[in-house]
């Protein structure tokens, strides 16, 4: 049996975080769910990365993870395959760890998750060139715009790393359909992070109708990706939700 390496990490478990999870996760049917956030997990990556362990008001619900050529998590079974009514996604940052799971029930319309932290640093100091070119790479100028008006004076690097964070959380949300996707067709379907653009708070797109994100989001049936997000311990804390067609 692998040493677990998060029983010493401490849960986050605050009001914005426990209202983000009822946000993501209302309405989609699904049996149980949670999004958890702890602190000390600078070296979790340095561990044999065989599980995750989360509390949850019934206990702690300990699922074996395995990745996959993206490095992107999945919840496994026994004897490594995929679980297919249990969807989880991680993100760290610093010192922390965030993770969302879900567990779906038939008819659920949820195909897909993904979560992100991202800390402000990336993007402070107004007259840091690097700042700017960080900025300037990754977002937008309708996301610029966007985290000018959710930043509400004084908030601005944050609010950028919140639009950053959540076009992250919305890659990260089609990897489950894309493993889905690779399962049945040979064709390789190609987009990236930058190809997500949040056209307004709530609701993540590809880049147009043409754009390689949208694209292949239809292609794997995906309609939208639902954007929620918070702020936790000085960081942008953001949930995306596929949704199929």
């Not at 395959?81 to 319309?109: F, I, K």
């Not at 640093?121 to 309708?142: D, I, K, Q, Y």
């Amino acid at each position: 049996m692998p040493t677990r390496p998060h029983a010493r990490l401490r849960h986050v478990d605050t009001p914005d975080v426990r209202g983000l999870d009822t946000r993501t996760f209302e309405g989609l049917g699904c049996a149980r769910h949670g999004v958890v956030v702890m602190q000390g997990a600078a070296s979790w990556q340095a561990h044999e990365r065989g599980f995750i362990e989360l509390p949850t008001p019934e206990g702690n619900l300990v699922i074996p993870i395995r990745y996959d050529d993206r490095e992107a998590p999945f919840a496994a079974t026994t004897d490594g395959c995929e679980r297919n009514d249990l969807l989880v996604s991680l993100s760290d940052e610093d010192d922390y760890l965030a993770c969302a799971w879900a567990q779906t029930q038939p008819g659920s319309p949820l195909v897909g998750l993904g979560v992100d932290l991202s800390s402000s640093e990336h993007f402070e100091g107004l007259g840091n060139p690097r700042r700017r070119e960080l900025a300037l790479a990754v977002l937008t100028e309708g996301e610029r715009r966007l985290a000018s008006s959710l930043a509400q004076g004084g908030g601005q690097t944050l609010a950028e790393s919140a639009v950053f964070a959540a076009k992250e959380a919305a890659f990260k949300a089609t990897s489950q359909p894309l493993r889905r996707w690779y399962d049945t067709h040979d064709e390789e379907l190609l987009f990236e992070v930058r190809h997500f653009v949040m056209h307004e708070p709530g609701i993540e797109r590809g880049d147009g109708r043409n754009g390689a994100a949208q694209a292949a989001m239809e292609r794997m049936g995906i309609s939208r990706i639902a954007i929620h997000h918070v702020e936790v311990c000085g960081m942008a804390l953001v949930t995306g939700v596929a949704l199929r067609a």
